[in-house]
């Protein structure tokens, strides 16, 4: 059951309106590192959660905070336009340089679309997609995704903070910048913590038997780049992260196999092949009279 509170959980008022910044705030409302996507992700890995408990209500939890960071932002792009001189005709527009590049920074669609609102978009007008979300039922790989999802979305905003001179903006990045930071922590605390308990472990999956995997190779470092340096680094040489193996340096790439022959497929997907046009007809009319549907 979800409860709507009318207040928000930080304030998010503009010093004054900026249509052309509303636009590039979009990217943290409706963008693939946006709060929309963190909310939604959040919201399905819970509801996708096969164990009680804990981690349950963690998931749950930082789900509802970021529906209401949705929500601020959404508040806080709909004040940037509120004002905002969105009406430029055309001839303004052709006489002025200066307003011209200010009508080509905005996102007519705040206007035209939204009626000076936010929109689920990012900051190009791209409709924000649920191909974004990651909620596998594995905890251990989305909580990573988590902790990268947060890393991502503090480094836009991040951006965006020094993308303006507004207090009232800037304050509201900044107590999204705090969150983000706590949000990083606990998914990372909490990855740790589910291997720590013997829950769930490096590599993931990890309940899926080694020993079907082609092990010579599990922890090569095989270098595919003429460059030399990476063998310095501590994922060439010594243990593991999952304490299972011990990595190694390949200087560069075995022999492969061959490439096998070009594929022919049924004569009526149509697809160039090195048969003849006639010997493709014939083939399509054999395999239609035979049924071979």
């Not at 992700?41 to 789900?63: C, E, S, T």
């Not at 905002?84 to 303004?92: I, S």
């Not at 790439?253 to 010997?279: C, E, I, L």
Request: charged share 20%; glycine share 10%; net charge negative.
């Amino acid at each position: 059951m979800y409860l709507h509170r009318q207040e928000l959980q930080h304030q998010a008022k503009p010093d004054k309106p900026d249509a052309v910044y509303a636009r590039k705030l979009q990217e943290v409302l409706g963008g693939q590192y946006g709060e929309i996507t963190v909310a939604m992700q959040y919201q399905f890995q819970a509801w996708n959660m096969h164990i009680p408990g804990k981690y349950r209500d963690l998931v749950f939890g930082i789900g509802a905070e970021e529906m209401g960071h949705v929500e601020m932002l959404a508040t806080m792009i709909a004040q940037l336009l509120e004002k905002a001189p969105l009406g430029v005709t055309d001839e303004a527009v052709q006489a002025d340089p200066t307003v011209a590049a200010v009508v080509g920074g905005t996102d007519i669609q705040h206007g035209i679309v939204a009626g000076a609102g936010a929109r689920p978009v990012d900051s190009m007008g791209n409709p924000w997609s649920g191909s974004y979300i990651t909620a596998s039922g594995n905890l251990l790989a989305d909580f990573t995704a988590n902790a990268n999802a947060e890393m991502q979305g503090r480094l836009q905003v991040a951006r965006l903070y020094h993308m303006t001179d507004d207090h009232g903006v800037r304050d509201l990045l900044a107590f999204l910048l705090a969150r983000d930071t706590m949000h990083q922590n606990q998914w990372m605390a909490a990855a740790a913590e589910l291997r720590e308990e013997g829950i769930e472990d490096f590599p993931v999956p990890s309940n899926f038997p080694q020993r079907k995997e082609d092990t010579e190779v599990s922890y090569q470092y095989i270098n595919f780049s003429d460059g030399q340096q990476a063998a310095e680094g501590s994922w060439a040489s010594g243990p593991t992260p999952d304490g299972k193996g011990e990595f190694s340096y390949v200087p560069e790439p075995q022999p492969g196999s061959p490439m096998p022959p070009p594929t022919v497929p049924d004569a009526r997907w149509y697809g160039t092949t090195a048969k003849s046009n006639t010997a493709e007809k014939i083939a399509g009319t054999v395999q239609d009279k035979l049924h071979m549907e």
